[in-house]
């Protein structure tokens, strides 16, 4: 009960603010003409090339920087929390992946700079190893995305751009917080020190960016020998040069993150010595890119690059295990290029654009088993070429997009995909904007070399998962149908605000889904959770997102809905997968008074699990967490920080999932923090 009482206050907050906002509505006055907020967002995700916000035929969510900056603890986990349909689910390693319209990370193409990232467990990218450091924006994508992006978009992209500076700086922050209730005692402080430094040789900025992040482990009770999260350590450390030279565009990038983890997972038998599960992972990636753009007279570009190369090659290697160790090592090289043409008047009323590319991918993976030093997976490779292209005809008061793909995989032969979306205006008024984007396209995703290879062997962690060699690669059909209203209010005792609200409607048909099934003969015979990769002939995933926003003077508030209904070819819910979710925020921001602060909830009931798992049925399915996140520039160089996170300690009981119930609370701990930076 205390779960629904603590939402339905956060609720009437904003339900309230936004009852006021309408009514404000009634008495508005004309007001001049101008861009929404909203209209000043550059994204390029939707159609690869820059576009006004409201002008992207392709709907896009978008979090800014400074946003980011305020919501994650060194990595970006936690600010994709803040986007609706988005849920963000912790894994047994104690990373974070997402799903997004039903379909898990697996098929969720997570991009950083417009580029892929390695995923170090299935086809999941780990988002708690992404820094958080010098974000320009998020852009998510919810949805197919097949045709622009390729293989593991058929649920939708998140690409992470970073910021570019032009002048020189330094700026240095440091954070220490604690688990309250949970702590373990020898360990109880995390800290986070993050550097940041920009320095300008003539027209080149060279940038270093670095991050220790130290998380310490947290429990329920007093016995530590078995711990539910691990104590963490990160570095990511980033060094790079930008520029330009005779009109092109040329970028460098080289990173470096190290991760180690450790967890308590019980006493080894016979012996009183605590036994861990550990893993340690060292990741090398190198970004090289060179393009043509449009500068202005002061040398600052001004637009997106005419055409563009990119390469990125990445080296991932991860030993982890508890008794019997394993080392894998994981390589992801990547040549990709696209050119950029337009016609802005091709007709006294429309223009045109053409977007066409290419792209040359690898994958290689190798196992190596070190107490036996047998190598399991023997040198595994892929290859991939693919091609796209995309017309955009843009009229004054819609748009139409059409997109194809093809792509020759080295294991899987030849795959294609079609997309047709279209953008309409329905009200173009001065201050009112209602806009409907609509699509239907096709997705596919081939499976990687981990799904049909890997050995999870996590036996200290009471589970096991191995691949499937026979697996097919996934396809689907989708469509999806975006509403959004947008409207600039003047109100006598409000000022001038702004609503916008969207209504999103889903239905994907999708065959072979990969997922994970439990072996119940393994299971039982090595008294452990074994999993087992296989393809789900059928699978229909269908649903809707409502959300409200309104932003005024100071204050903005938000709250989403989403519903997911998943389901397979019998009928049975697909795991994991919640049927409802509200998230709902209230914030302030105050520049004069460098004042930024948000308190937001994030709420999901009736999660789908496996029967023959939990035998015992269900202890709790349902959670609510509520965070609090602030910070506030004391002077012009000094800013200070303050959060609470999972305010009311909602937390799984481990006790009732190891007596067979399932529970749906994710493994959290309530966290306090507190911390400062300096700009020199």
Known sequence: MKTHYYLAIVTVLNLGLFSNLVNANNTKTEVDSREFSHSETIVVTGTRTPKLLSNS??????????????????????????????????????????QMQGFDGDNVLVLLNGQPLVAPTGAAVDLDQISAQDIQQIEVI?????????????????????????????????????????????????HLVTINGNVMTGDWNNHLNLSLKHSPSFDYDNDHTSTPAGKLDKIFLNLGTNGAFNNLTINAETQYFKEEKQKAVGIIPGQNINNYYISDVE?????????????????????????????????????????????????????????????????????????????????????????????????????????????????????????????????????????????????NEKTDSLKWRLGVGQGYRVPTLKERFYQFDHSALGYKVYGNEDLKPEESLSFNSTLTYQSTIDSNWLGNFELRSELNVHYTKADNLIDLFTDLE????????????????????????????????????????????ARDGNDKRLETRPYHQ???????????????????????????????????????????????????????????????ENIFDQHANLSAQQALKFDARPISSRFISIGASYQF
């Open 57 to 98: 035929p392709i709907s896009v969510d978008v979090i800014d920087g400074a946003v980011v900056g305020l919501l994650s603890q060194g990595t970006v986990a936690q600010a994709l929390n803040f986007v609706p349909g988005v849920v963000v689910v912790r894994n047994e390693k104690d990373g974070y992946s997402v």
């Open 142 to 190: 919810r949805g197919a995305a097949s045709v622009m992006y390729g293989s593991s978009a058929m649920g939708g992209v998140i690409n992470i751009i970073t910021r570019k500076f032009n002048e020189n700086r330094l700026k240095i922050g440091v954070e220490i917080g604690r688990f309250t209730n949970n702590t373990v005692d020898d360990e109880s402080l995390s």
């Open 283 to 427: 990741r090398y990636q190198v970004d090289l890119g060179i393009g043509k753009a449009v500068f202005n007279k002061h040398k600052h570009e001004i637009a997106d690059t005419s055409w563009k190369l990119n390469t990125r090659l990445v080296e991932h290697e991860e030993t982890s295990g508890s008794s019997t160790l394993r080392k894998a090592d994981i390589g992801l090289y990547e040549v990709n290029g696209q050119y950029v043409w337009s016609a802005p008047k091709v007709t006294d009323d429309a223009g045109l654009e053409l977007v066409a590319g290419g792209l040359i991918h690898f994958d290689t993976l190798a196992q190596i088993n070190l107490k036996s030093d047998v190598a399991e997976i023997d040198n595994k490779s892929r290859r991939s070429v693919e091609a796209f292209s995309q017309l955009n005809w843009i009229y004054d008061d819609e748009q139409y997009l059409f997109g194809i793909r093809v792509q020759d995989d080295s294991d899987f032969g030849g795959h294609g995909a079609l997309r047709l979306s279209a953008m309409y205006d329905l009200l």
């Open 522 to 565: 393994k299971s039982i015979d090595e008294d452990l959770d074994i999993s087992v990769y296989g393809n789900i002939k059928e699978a229909t995933l269908q649903g809707f997102e409502l959300s409200f926003e309104t932003q005024f003077d100071y204050w903005f508030s938000q709250i989403n809905y989403s519903y997911l209904d």
């Open 582 to 644: 509200i998230k709902t925020n209230l914030g302030y921001s105050d520049i004069n008074a460098g004042i930024d602060a948000v308190l937001y909830a994030v709420y999901q009931i009736d999660e789908a699990f496996d029967n023959e798992q939990f035998t015992n049925g269900e202890e709790n399915n349902s959670w609510l967490t509520i965070d609090f996140k602030s910070s506030w520039q004391y002077t012009e160089q000094l800013t200070l920080r303050f959060s609470i």
